[in-house]
Nanobody, 127 residues
Framework: QLQLVESGGGLVQPGGSLRLSCAAS????????IGWFRQAPGKEREAVSC????????NYADSVKGRFTISRDNAKNTMYLQMNGLKPEDTAVYYC????????????????????WGQGTQVTVSS
């Protein structure tokens, strides 16, 4: 089975930090483009961050630049999203995604680009 399994979500106070993990099984993540998305109630799913399979190109939504960091550990077949300085407006369900493709852009692709998706994990930022 080809799966992405997410973990690390939860409740955090404003200004706090969380690290989301996304473990791939059934395929190797090394040569896959990866991305993180989030979807808040009443809003469309938006790209938060993305990374080319080479690891040499990363992008972030303007709303999270300087606060979030995307990374991968190919030895563990896992991708991560480190979230610092969390704000209430970061509250959403977060999804990881991956795709093997020779096509990439200098900006994060939309949801339709990706072939594999995690199940989603809730991040709530509240006092």
């Amino acid at each position: 089975q080809l799966q992405l399994v997410e973990s690390g979500g939860g409740l955090v106070q404003p200004g706090g930090s969380l690290r989301l993990s996304c473990a791939a099984s059934g395929f190797t993540l090394d040569y896959y483009h990866i991305g993180w998305f989030r979807q808040a109630p009443g809003k469309e799913r938006e790209a938060v961050s993305c990374m080319r399979s080479s690891g040499g190109s990363t992008n972030y939504a303007d709303s999270v630049k300087g606060r979030f960091t995307i990374s991968r550990d190919n030895a563990k077949n896992t991708m991560y999203l480190q979230m610092n300085g969390l704000k209430p407006e970061d509250t959403a369900v977060y999804y990881c995604a991956a795709r093997s493709s020779p096509v990439w852009w200098p900006w994060c692709p939309g949801p339709g680009y990706y072939g594999y998706w995690g199940q989603g994990t809730q991040v709530t930022v509240s006092s």
